[in-house]
C-alpha cells in the first residue's frame, strides 16, 4: 500500500472508531500475573489462591497488618520464596522455578542491605561491575543514580557517615542501577522518622513516574499506601480483600476489614430495606446504594470527615460529646447517640464536653457493604443480579 493510500486508511479508521463510539480492547501481557498461587507451611497457609495482574509501568502496593501476606507474595515475585501450588509469570512466562539473579526485578530492603566496607559510589556500581559493564560505563551510570536520587555529591562517603534517608537513597539508587524492569521494595520507610518519610515518599513516586518502571511496595501504613498508589491491593489473612484505585478502597471499601483498615471509619449494623433506603440507629436515611436485596441486614460506613456537628433542630441524629483532642488541622470528637453508638467525627472548631448536638451527614456519605463480604463473592453476587435482570428481559 502506498504511502499516501495508508495514511488515508488510518484516517478513515479513526473516524469510524470515533463516530461509532467504538473503544480499543487494550490486550497487552501483564509483566506479573500470579494464578491460583498458594503457599503453606506443613498445615499453615500463608497464601490462599491468589489472583493477580500487574501491568508495567505502575505503582502498586501490598497493604495489610503484620502477617497478613504482602512481604510474602514480594519474596515469591523476587524468587525467595516458591510456590506450594498454582503459578507466577513474568511478561507471560511461568518463572516458578526461575533462580533470583535470572529475574529482572531488585528489592529495596528496610534494613537498606548496603555494603558498610564501601563508599556509596562502589555500593550504587556493584550490580553494573558484576555484570561486567566496563570502568567507564559503570560511572556513568552510578552518576546517572545518584544524580536521580540526589546523592551525586556523596559518591565518595562512606556509608558510615550517611543518615537514614541518605542509606535509602543509596539502596535504592544501588537496586536501580541494575535496570530492572521491576523494583520491589519490602517497608523501606518504616525506619525514617514522620518528616523525612514523607519526603521519601515524594521522591519515590517521582522516581517511579520518571523511569516509568513497575514498583510493587509492601506497606502496612494506610495513609503511605493512599499517597503512592496507582493501585492497592489490601490483604489480611492471605487473602486479598479488595484491589483497587486510592480512591475506590477507600470511598468504597467492600467488607468491614476494609473499612476499619483503611482511615478511620463509623461501622454501624443496618438493614438495606429498599434501593436507596436504609436503615440504622432507629430510622431511615435516603442514600446513594443499590443492589441488595429487601430488608437485607447490611453494615453501614460513614467516614468522620464526612461528618458535621450542628444544632439539634438540623442533626438526622442527636449526640452528646464524650471526648474531644485537637489533631492541628482539626479537633477529633468522640460523640456518643441516643442508642449508645459511638461516632467519631472530624470537626474545625471546638465543642463542649457533655453538650447535646445535632449530628448529619449527606446520603452519599453513606457507604453500605454486606457483612464480611469477599471480593470474589462481591463480584459473584453482582454477576447473579445481572443475570436476573437478563432472564426477566
Same mark, same amino acid.
Given at each position: ?43 499453615d497457609? #500463608? ?7 500487574l &501491568? ?36 507471560g512466562?511461568i518463572i516458578?522455578? !526461575? ?27 556493584? *550490580? ?7 570502568? =567507564?560505563?559503570? =560511572? ?35 537496586a ?5 524492569? #521491576?523494583?520491589?521494595?519490602?517497608e ?15 521522591e ?10 513497575t514498583?510493587?511496595? !509492601?506497606?502496612?501504613?494506610? &495513609?503511605e499506601?493512599?499517597a503512592m ?7 489480611n489473612? *492471605? ?14 471499601p ?15 449494623? *443496618?438493614?438495606? =430495606?429498599?434501593d436507596?433506603l ?19 441486614? #447490611?453494615?453501614? !460506613? ?20 464524650a ?18 453508638? &459511638?461516632?467519631? !467525627? ?10 447535646? #448536638? ?30 436476573e435482570?437478563?432472564a426477566?428481559?
Open positions: 500500500m502506498q504511502p499516501v493510500k495508508l495514511c488515508a486508511f488510518l484516517v478513515t479508521i479513526d473516524l469510524l472508531i470515533k463516530s461509532e463510539g467504538w473503544e480499543l480492547t487494550n490486550i497487552s501481557t501483564p509483566i506479573i500475573e500470579f494464578k491460583n498461587v498458594g503457599l503453606s507451611y506443613g498445615d497457609e #500463608v497464601l490462599k489462591n491468589i489472583d493477580l495482574e &501491568e508495567a509501568g505502575k505503582f502498586y502496593t501490598l497493604l495489610g497488618p503484620s502477617g497478613s501476606g504482602k512481604t510474602t507474595i514480594l519474596n515469591l515475585i523476587s524468587g525467595q520464596l516458591t510456590v506450594t501450588h498454582g503459578d507466577i509469570l513474568f511478561e512466562n516458578n522455578d !526461575v533462580p533470583v539473579e535470572k529475574r529482572h526485578m531488585n528489592t529495596v530492603f528496610q534494613d537498606y542491605g548496603l555494603f558498610p566496607n564501601m563508599t556509596v559510589f562502589e555500593n550504587v556500581a556493584f *550490580g553494573p561491575s558484576i555484570k561486567g559493564m566496563s570502568k =567507564k560505563d559503570i =560511572k556513568t551510570k552510578v552518576t546517572e543514580m545518584l544524580t536521580l536520587v540526589k546523592l551525586n555529591q556523596y559518591a565518595d562517603r562512606e556509608i558510615t557517615e550517611l543518615s537514614g534517608g541518605q542509606r535509602q537513597r543509596v539502596a535504592i539508587a544501588r536501580l542501577a541494575n535496570d530492572p524492569e #521491576v523494583l520491589l521494595l519490602d523501606p520507610l518504616s525506619a525514617l522518622d514522620y518528616k523525612l518519610r514523607k519526603e521519601m515518599q515524594y519515590l513516586r517521582e522516581i517511579q513516574q520518571r523511569l516509568g518502571i514498583f510493587v511496595f !509492601v506497606t502496612h501504613d494506610q &495513609e499506601a493512599l498508589s496507582d493501585w492497592i491491593f489490601v490483604m489473612d *492471605g487473602v486479598i480483600q479488595q484491589n483497587g484505585s486510592p480512591e475506590d478502597i477507600y470511598d468504597e467492600i467488607n468491614h476489614f476494609v473499612a476499619d483498615f483503611i482511615g478511620e471509619s463509623n461501622i454501624l449494623d *443496618g438493614i438495606m =430495606k429498599t436507596y436504609v436503615h440504622f440507629t432507629g430510622k431511615d436515611f435516603e442514600n446513594v446504594d443499590a443492589g441488595m436485596r429487601p430488608n437485607e441486614r #447490611v453494615e453501614i !460506613v460513614l467516614r468522620p470527615e464526612d461528618l458535621d456537628l450542628t444544632t439539634i433542630e438540623n442533626g438526622k441524629l442527636i449526640v452528646t460529646i471526648d474531644q483532642s485537637f489533631r492541628g488541622d482539626y479537633y477529633e470528637i468522640t460523640a456518643i447517640d441516643d442508642d449508645g453508638n &459511638e461516632w467519631q !467525627v472530624q470537626a474545625t472548631n471546638k465543642s463542649k464536653i457533655d453538650a447535646r #448536638v445535632g449530628l448529619t451527614f449527606d446520603p452519599e456519605d453513606i457507604h453500605i457493604m454486606r457483612f464480611n463480604e469477599s471480593e470474589n463473592d462481591f463480584d459473584a453476587r453482582l454477576e447473579s443480579y445481572e443475570g435482570e437478563d426477566e428481559k
